[in-house]
């Protein structure tokens, strides 16, 4: 086996910088180390016209109808923030009511959480067993309050994509603020602000092969005009939206990194979705008990979300140290909960526990797709026979009429 | 977190994997935790004549330092009396292991593993003497 170790299949958490982008990048340390926001010299002219060339760019590749609609930010916790407290704050004269749901990354609940302090009401909607939002369910939650809908593109654990232009077809109609946090989707599945009648979509630079610290928050500015009150005081940068010296070398190599994905993002979704497959049915053509969680069908490409019954998920982790992913289980955060987004697909806590989550990236390899997956079989295994719960499952003790010493 | 290499040593090569014969006179089992909690510890213990632990074996459902904290029980209760056994303090456990404070309860699992086992032990033995 030639694969190198370890391997990176946690691409949902982040993912390397693309050499190609690196190199669009590294100018913009030393020579062209400009401030964008210096309009009396040379080196501000080419930091400027560098970051309207990746402002260009990533319009593009969302289908913005403008450069000016995409405003820079340090990531897109800082947009979801934006997003949220800034149109409340600006909208709050015609209603206090947000909707959203339950599955949303928390830089969209705590928000969420945050308003709510300030007088907003929010509307957590549900979702069915496979994570999706129904939009049934958004055109009844709106009522005459209702300013703002915030449905992610995609959700980063189980990768299940939202009914995204639905949703978008019923705020339009109703005339309410539409905002996306489409970070785990951007350059991987179909996403257009126009088509999708989106009005506020949060990216960010790191989740598709760009460096950290860097995202935007797109502002839809016609059709209709959307406002937000700024979150960040200061010299009125990014048309007062967010001030702060612009990152221009991390806002280049966002702009590369959108063009990489123009280019050639739905090859690589297609590959992605071929390892994805061979990872899965390697594994569950092998290993009983495994189950998916999340949609088959409405899905990210390279995301496998996976549960091992009676496997403990950082069990598990430990025994294959060498490949990088992650766990729903409670273990691997520091509450005891397990994991919030599989509790609310329904799926128990026996298995939330259990959950594995493979992330495939554009590095990663069909040889090391095939060793992981050697890898997971033979450590289920391992792992079951160390497991009083397989023990107890395999004489046909039905584990839920056991009488559990909670602790 | 990074674990400690007491605890990937223990996790990777678990020592007393295994299970006794829970219908044995000499054996008693303590079952300990809850799946839905994403731990679950079996500790078995086969008592010899002399109230000596002659062999331990365990099964655990759970993260890499419950593995390690249940394998460390084994290990340590073989070879003593009951009474001995008994006076294991999670405390022991987490010193040994080096666990940060958010695995701590591992080791009170294996601590109430250890009691239960050596609990349900005494009850099979009071109740042979008073069968006779």
């Given at each position: 086996?030639?694969?190198?170790?370890?391997?990176?299949?946690?691409?949902?958490?982040?993912?390397?910088?693309?050499?190609?982008?690196?190199?669009?990048?590294?100018?913009?340390?030393?020579?062209?180390?400009?401030n964008?926001?210096?309009?009396?010299?040379?080196?501000?002219?080419?930091?400027?016209?560098?970051v309207?060339?990746?402002?260009?760019?990533?319009?593009?590749?969302?289908?913005?109808?403008?450069?000016?609609?995409?405003?820079?930010?340090?990531?897109?916790?800082?947009?979801?923030?934006?997003?949220?407290?800034?149109?409340?704050?600006?909208?709050?004269?015609?209603?206090?009511?947000?909707?959203?749901?339950?599955?949303?990354?928390?830089?969209?609940?705590?928000?969420?959480?945050?308003?709510?302090?300030?007088?907003?009401?929010?509307?957590?909607?549900?979702?069915?067993?496979?994570?999706?939002?129904?939009?049934?369910?958004?055109?009844?939650?709106?009522?005459?309050?209702?300013?703002?809908?915030?449905?992610?593109?995609?959700?980063?654990?189980?990768?299940?994509?939202?009914?995204?232009?639905?949703?978008?077809?019923?705020?339009?109609?109703?005339?309410?603020?539409?905002?996306?946090?489409?970070?785990?989707?951007?350059?991987?599945?179909?996403?257009?602000?126009?088509?999708?009648n989106?009005?506020?979509a949060?990216?960010?630079?790191?989740?598709?092969?760009?460096?950290?610290?860097?995202?935007?928050?797109?502002v839809?500015?016609?059709?209709?005009r959307?406002?937000?009150?700024?979150?960040?005081?200061?010299?009125?940068?990014?048309?007062?939206?967010?001030?702060?010296?612009?990152?221009?070398?991390?806002?280049?190599?966002?702009?590369?990194?959108?063009?990489?994905?123009?280019?050639?993002?739905?090859a690589?979704?297609?590959?992605?979705?071929?390892?994805?497959?061979?990872?899965?049915?390697r594994?569950?053509?092998?290993?009983?008990?495994?189950?998916?969680?999340?949609?088959?069908?409405h899905?990210?490409?390279?995301?496998?979300?996976?549960?091992?019954?009676?496997?403990?998920?950082?069990?598990?982790?430990?025994?294959?140290?060498?490949?990088?992913?992650?766990?729903?289980s409670?273990?691997?955060?520091?509450?005891?909960e397990?994991?919030?987004?599989?509790?609310?697909?329904?799926?128990?806590?026996?298995?939330?526990?259990?959950?594995i989550?493979?992330?495939?990236?554009?590095?990663?390899?069909?040889?090391?797709?095939d060793?992981?997956?050697?890898?997971?079989?033979?450590?289920?295994?391992?792992?079951?026979?160390?497991?009083?719960?397989?023990?107890?499952?395999?004489?046909?003790?039905?584990?839920?009429?056991?009488?559990?010493?909670?602790? | 977190?990074?674990?400690?290499?007491?605890?990937?040593?223990?996790?990777e090569?678990?020592?007393?994997?295994?299970?006794?014969?829970?219908?044995?006179?000499?054996?008693?089992?303590?079952?300990?935790?809850?799946?839905?909690?994403?731990d679950?510890?079996?500790?078995?213990?086969?008592?010899?004549?002399?109230?000596?632990?002659e062999?331990?074996?365990?099964?655990?459902?759970?993260?890499?330092?419950?593995i390690?904290?249940?394998?460390?029980?084994?290990?340590?209760?073989?070879?003593?009396?009951?009474?001995?056994?008994?006076?294991?303090?999670?405390v022991?456990?987490?010193?040994?292991?080096?666990?940060?404070?958010?695995?701590?309860?591992?080791?009170?699992?294996?601590?109430?593993?250890?009691?239960?086992?050596?609990?349900?032990?005494?009850?099979?033995?009071?109740?042979?003497?008073?069968?006779?």
């Amino acid at each position: 086996m030639s694969v190198k170790l370890p391997i990176f299949m946690d691409n949902h958490s982040t993912t390397p910088v693309d050499p190609r982008v690196l190199a669009d990048m590294l100018p913009y340390f030393t020579e062209k180390f400009g401030n964008a926001a210096s309009r009396s010299h040379s080196f501000g002219w080419a930091a400027e016209e560098a970051v309207d060339y990746a402002r260009e760019r990533i319009a593009h590749l969302i289908g913005a109808q403008s450069e000016k609609e995409i405003v820079f930010t340090s990531g897109a916790t800082e947009s979801d923030n934006l997003a949220l407290k800034g149109a409340f704050e600006f909208y709050k004269d015609k209603g206090n009511h947000i909707i959203t749901c339950v599955t949303e990354h928390k830089a969209i609940l705590d928000t969420c959480k945050r308003l709510e302090k300030d007088g907003a009401e929010v509307t957590y909607l549900p979702v069915d067993k496979t994570g999706r939002v129904d939009p049934d369910d958004v055109r009844k939650a709106i009522g005459p309050k209702t300013i703002l809908v915030s449905i992610m593109l995609a959700n980063n654990e189980i990768g299940t994509v939202h009914p995204i232009e639905e949703i978008g077809k019923i705020t339009r109609e109703r005339g309410i603020v539409f905002h996306s946090d489409a970070v785990q989707g951007i350059g991987k599945i179909d996403f257009d602000v126009q088509k999708m009648n989106i009005d506020l979509a949060s990216i960010t630079a790191h989740k598709m092969y760009g460096p950290k610290g860097v995202g935007a928050l797109y502002v839809r500015r016609s059709k209709p005009r959307v406002r937000l009150i700024a979150q960040m005081d200061g010299g009125g940068h990014e048309r007062g939206n967010r001030s702060g010296t612009l990152n221009v070398p991390g806002i280049v190599g966002f702009g590369k990194a959108a063009a990489i994905m123009i280019e050639e993002g739905k090859a690589e979704s297609a590959r992605m979705v071929a390892l994805r497959e061979r990872l899965r049915q390697r594994i569950q053509d092998r290993v009983e008990e495994t189950y998916i969680n999340g949609s088959i069908e409405h899905r990210l490409p390279g995301n496998l979300n996976l549960s091992f019954n009676f496997v403990e998920g950082e069990g598990m982790m430990m025994a294959i140290k060498d490949v990088a992913v992650s766990s729903g289980s409670a273990c691997t955060s520091s509450s005891l909960e397990p994991s919030y987004v599989l509790r609310a697909l329904g799926v128990g806590d026996e298995l939330a526990h259990s959950s594995i989550r493979f992330g495939l990236g554009r590095f990663n390899t069909e040889e090391e797709v095939d060793y992981v997956a050697d890898l997971v079989t033979s450590k289920v295994k391992a792992l079951r026979d160390m497991s009083p719960l397989w023990e107890m499952h395999k004489e046909g003790i039905d584990l839920k009429t056991v009488q559990w010493s909670a602790h | 977190m990074a674990y400690s290499e007491k605890v990937i040593e223990h996790a990777e090569h678990p020592r007393n994997v295994g299970t006794l014969d829970k219908d044995d006179p000499n054996v008693g089992t303590g079952l300990v935790g809850a799946p839905a909690c994403g731990d679950v510890m079996r500790l078995q213990i086969r008592v010899n004549d002399q109230g000596v632990i002659e062999d331990a074996k365990f099964k655990t459902f759970g993260c890499g330092s419950a593995i390690a904290s249940s394998s460390l029980a084994t290990e340590w209760i073989k070879g003593k009396s009951v009474d001995e056994a008994e006076k294991i303090k999670n405390v022991d456990i987490v010193q040994e292991l080096n666990l940060p404070p958010v695995k701590i309860h591992c080791s009170v699992l294996a601590e109430d593993a250890i009691k239960s086992a050596i609990a349900d032990f005494r009850k099979k033995k009071e109740a042979r003497a008073a069968a006779k």
